[in-house]
């Protein structure tokens, strides 16, 4: 086994983001511009623990369509052991963005039907069991329908398990699960629908959260504080404000990534994330998902980011 190898089981799928050139107006024809890419959560997040000197695997499911190949390639060119199942006769998942001129999201479409369909069935594999053996941790979305990750929960028992928890309607299927993680990727309101309540302050969400069997977690509010907890209590790590924005998609995924790269490797949560918050600056400075940034690069990031402080 590699100390320092990380399966993935989740999305990787075809990436679409349009942007307006001027003001949004609903309801009516924007003029902008459509970019297409390889990306999916997972994916993503993987490509950055790989960036940060992580081996990787992929079991994700595709279509054998010219799509699904332009799946493959990516996958190959990121030096991820690719363990996906294609299915021939299925058309490859993706997910549609429409950003405003600023790079935030007014509205996404995502056609996940295959994800539904076929993960669980996957996660039976002998195939898989040995994947699972080989790695040190494992990497999970919400992606997966709620069968799919309950077997996965079985399946990879005792391993380090991360999930990123994907949107609020989804996070949800996570429930039956939480016991398993070592660490919970969110946002303000997937948190508060993984708890079940609105308008919670932090500390009855976290109070909460421990509560339905969550060791660590990390909770993101967009350019406010990042909150973070674990055994040790609660902390907050103020994001550093981006030199320039260009697209703030992937941002998150490169958090998560350069996150669990980090603690793979040994640190702690709160030195942790500060990796993981440089590895979103940069992303968000980049016209990419995934930012292609140097060593160098990513040291100046890192040193932007101050350090966690803890809350009472």
Not at 93 to 100: E, H, I, K, M, R
Not at 252 to 263: H, K, N, P, S, Y
Not at 264 to 292: C, F, Q, Y
């Amino acid at each position: 086994m590699d100390s320092n190898h990380l399966l993935a089981v989740g999305g990787a799928h075809i990436d679409r983001r349009g942007q307006v050139s001027g003001n949004y107006v609903p309801g009516t024809s924007n003029p902008g511009v459509l970019a297409e890419e390889v990306g999916g959560v997972v994916f993503n997040a993987l490509r950055n623990a790989v960036k940060r000197g992580i081996t990787a695997s992929l079991l994700s499911v595709r279509g054998g369509d010219a799509a699904g190949d332009n799946v493959a390639r990516a996958i190959a060119h990121a030096g991820i052991e690719d363990l996906s199942v294609v299915f021939l006769d299925r058309s490859t998942p993706s997910y549609t963005a429409l950003l405003d001129r600023d790079g935030e999201l007014i509205a996404g479409l995502a056609d996940m039907g295959l994800y539904e369909l076929a993960f669980a069935k996957q996660l039976g594999r002998s195939k898989v069991r040995e994947a699972v053996a080989a790695a040190r941790a494992i990497l999970c979305d919400a992606n997966l329908p709620e069968a799919a990750l309950a077997k996965l929960g079985v399946v990879a028992s005792g391993k380090l398990m991360f999930a990123i928890a994907i949107s609020p309607a989804k996070v949800t299927r996570m429930a039956g699960m939480l016991k398993h993680l070592a660490l919970l990727f969110m946002n303000q309101r997937e948190a508060a629908s993984l708890c079940g309540i609105d308008g919670a302050g932090i500390t009855e969400t976290i109070d909460n959260l421990r509560g339905k069997g969550l060791a660590s977690g990390v909770i993101t509010a967009g350019r406010e504080a990042v909150i973070g907890f674990d055994a040790d209590g609660a902390f907050s790590i103020q994001p550093p404000p981006a030199r320039k924005v260009a697209d703030v998609t992937g941002a998150g995924d490169a958090l998560a990534g350069a996150t669990i790269a980090a603690m793979i490797k040994g640190h702690g949560l709160r030195d942790a994330l500060r990796e993981g918050l440089a590895a979103a600056m940069l992303t968000v400075e980049s016209p990419m998902a995934v930012a292609d940034f140097s060593a160098r690069e990513f040291a100046a990031a890192l040193a932007l980011v101050p350090h966690a402080v803890e809350m009472a």
